[in-house]
């Protein structure tokens, strides 16, 4: 089943009614009261927007039993929180234990297959939206060696982010730059809670990375194995820019489409699947590799047109 991302925009009062979300607002459109209700078991992310959302303790904690992941937005409506249930598996500390002791070689040879990945899928969206040409890029992907030693990753993204959206002169890949940036923060905030979501599911400690070590960021996991996964958000972006002509600013319509990133389509082992399954499909390859049952990753490829 396809999980719902749901987000709240607005002033509501949610709560737990056998095991389903209630949700207590006013209908936009007659501006009457009204009340709707969701299955806890279909949702799998709940965004929090607005300051006026009031949730409930017992709905939190079915939330957390249900592996929902829960974001927090701040004062700029921008992810700034994410909630994830401590006990997600129940070989989870087995695989922590696993995920501790791993060798630095199996974390470099991990590392390899992923930034090998996202260089390929780059250059299959930076073919798609402009034409332009990436034999480059898919040569670095094969060039790619354990541990990216020689930063192939940083080279692809350069020549990437310099051709991808080329109605915008001079556009500069920044947490805090210009517009579509905000676009591209949001929906990369809704893919690590999906990718977090995922790791925790696969009993896994999404802190630890193989590569990411930042001291100061408690999903470095979920950063590394999102890499590979970020250039279906920015072909979501371009689309959205170029072909849907929308404003390159974080609006009410671009939110909406952010919003279907969980379900968008993706190629994994020959099949179209939807994003939040092929990530749990990632994640659960990520789990044997530490166990020693596998040494290969596996992640979704974009194909070249």
Known sequence: MIKKTLCFSNR????????????????????????????????????????????????????????????????????????????????????????????????????????SAKIRNQAAVLKRANGTEVGNMLKWSTQVRSGDPDNLEGRAAAYYWRNLFETIPGFVRRQEGDDPNSLLNYGYAILRAVIARSLVGSGLLPTLGIHHSNKYNAYCLADDIMEPYRPYVDQLVVDMIKNKYLSPELTKASKKILLSIPSLDVRLKGLNRPLMVAVSMTTASLAKCYGGESRKLVYPEIPLE
Not at 16 to 39: A, S, Y
Not at 61 to 89: E, Q, T, Y
């Open 12 to 115: 509501a009062y949610l709560s737990l009614k056998l095991k389903q979300l209630v949700i207590n607002n006013v209908n936009p459109e007659t501006g009457c009261e009204q009340v709707l209700t969701r299955p806890i078991e279909d949702i799998g992310v709940l965004i929090i927007e607005s300051p006026q959302v009031t949730i409930t303790s017992a709905l939190m904690s079915s939330l957390l039993d249900a592996n929902v992941a829960v974001i927090f937005c701040d004062a700029k409506h921008m992810p700034s929180g994410l909630l994830l249930p401590l006990d997600g598996n129940t070989l989870q500390s087995e695989r922590f234990g696993d995920q501790i002791v791993a060798s630095l070689p199996l974390k470099k040879q991990l590392w390899q297959q992923t930034i």
